[in-house]
């Protein structure tokens, strides 16, 4: 059965502090990895997006590291603000049919 | 250019009644996805349409449920007879390609269904 599992499902962190989230995924055939931020209320926002060939990709302060051969993916967040809080999101594709696989999300709270 | 809207952004609807959910894609884009988001669930998959086709709805419920995205105008995601278990955010995705590869969705605000 297709599954992504993040850890840990919620976080409290002081700003300017670093964070990284994790993602565990069973999913075949792969196809490629994304990290989505969701404001509350709002719809997800995408990150990244890596292909199986890819090991790491950078966006701003938010960096993703994908081992395909452990099927892990971490979103490492550096220097977090306020605005860093949020639900964030792995989504792993597979390589036949249409749909993306979410997982249910880490909260991320950052606190003054 | 505007992003992916959905309207209404909050509904209440009483058991039996119909909820019809709208979902204008990204400018340009001719690819529609729907997703539900349970309480303190991830999304999930429900259908994937391309202008007046159904593509995949795969994840659709069997009865109640219904999706369409005509050739003009938003696409519509229609549940008949609601009932509480279809209390959940609603949540609409466009794309200019087909979704394999690297095909970013863009998601809207999302719709939140209230069944009393």
């Known amino acids: 059965k297709n599954q992504v599992e993040q850890s840990p499902q919620s976080l409290i962190i002081l700003e300017g502090k670093n964070c990284t989230l994790q993602?565990?995924?069973?999913?075949?055939?792969?196809?490629?990895l994304r990290w989505y931020k969701q404001d509350t209320g709002r719809g997800p926002v995408s990150l990244t997006i890596?292909?199986?060939?890819?090991n790491t990709k950078s966006n701003g302060r938010y960096t993703a590291t994908l081992d395909a051969d452990t099927k892990q993916s971490s979103l490492h967040i550096t220097a977090s603000q306020l605005s860093d809080s949020a639900s964030y999101i792995c989504?792993?594709?597979?390589?036949?049919?249409?749909?993306?696989?979410f997982g249910k999300g880490t909260t991320l709270s950052v606190s003054s | 250019n505007a992003g992916v809207m959905q309207n209404p952004r909050h509904l209440v609807r009483r058991r039996g009644q119909e909820a019809r959910l709208r979902c204008s894609p990204m400018k340009g884009h001719s690819h529609v996805y729907w997703y539900r988001q349970l309480p303190e669930e991830g999304l999930k998959f429900m259908v994937y349409?391309?202008?007046?086709?159904?593509?995949?709805e795969s994840g659709m419920p069997k009865e109640r449920f219904s999706a369409e995205f005509p050739k003009e105008g938003p696409s519509i995601l229609r549940i008949q007879q609601v009932v509480r278990g279809d209390s959940a955010a609603y949540f609409c995705?466009?794309?200019?390609?087909?979704?394999?590869?690297?095909?970013?969705?863009?998601f809207g605000p999302g719709t939140r269904l209230t069944v009393t």
């Open positions: 993602c565990n995924y069973t999913v075949s055939p792969f196809s490629n």
């Open positions: 890596m292909t199986f060939s890819e």
């Open positions: 989504v792993v594709s597979a390589g036949t049919g249409t749909a993306l696989i």
């Open positions: 349409l391309q202008k007046e086709n159904i593509i995949d």
């Open positions: 995705a466009s794309s200019p390609r087909a979704p394999n590869g690297e095909s970013e969705q863009y």
